[in-house]
């Protein structure tokens, strides 16, 4: 991946993939070492390290799970209302849309796109696509 399309990345789908690519690289030295004995150390901290990087992104998918579950209830909302004017009987038809679900489509479709597994929120979000954005 190229500086563009990192930046460019919605914000969970960054910080998960950057997670991806930092264990990936720091695997890449560890497949080098001939000898685990010689290298006790290294070795203990190399598996810390990914630990840790492991554990940061399983909190990370999860607090995006968690606003995929929040906005829910935007999503089950009728898209449009309509709304009766005071002063003159007015009828006017109102979107009841919030920019959120396009940043949630757009994560859900990035992730998905990295082979990140997604839960059942985040796939019905993928699937309803469509009849959001007509």
């Given at each position: 991946?190229?500086?563009?399309?990192?930046?460019?990345?919605?914000?969970y789908a960054k910080y998960i993939l950057f997670l991806k690519h930092l264990i990936v690289r720091a695997s890449e030295?560890?497949?080098?070492?001939?000898?685990?004995?010689?290298?006790?150390?290294?070795?203990?901290?190399?598996?810390?390290?990914?630990?840790m990087?492991?554990?940061?992104?399983?909190?990370?998918?999860?607090?995006?799970?968690t606003t995929v579950e929040s906005h829910k209830s935007k999503l089950q909302g009728p898209v449009f209302t309509s709304v009766t004017r005071q002063n003159n009987n007015e009828r006017l038809i109102v979107v009841n849309?919030?920019?959120v679900v396009f940043q949630l489509i757009r994560e859900a479709k990035v992730l998905e796109r990295n082979n990140v597994k997604l839960l059942k929120p985040a796939e019905t979000v993928l699937i309803q696509e469509d009849k959001y954005k007509k």
């Open positions: 991946m190229n500086n563009y399309q990192i930046r460019n990345m919605p914000q030295p560890m497949g080098k070492l001939d000898s685990i004995s010689q290298y006790q150390e290294v070795v203990k901290n190399y598996n810390e390290v990914c630990e990087l492991v554990k940061k992104q399983i909190y990370i998918i999860m607090e995006f799970f849309f919030d920019p």
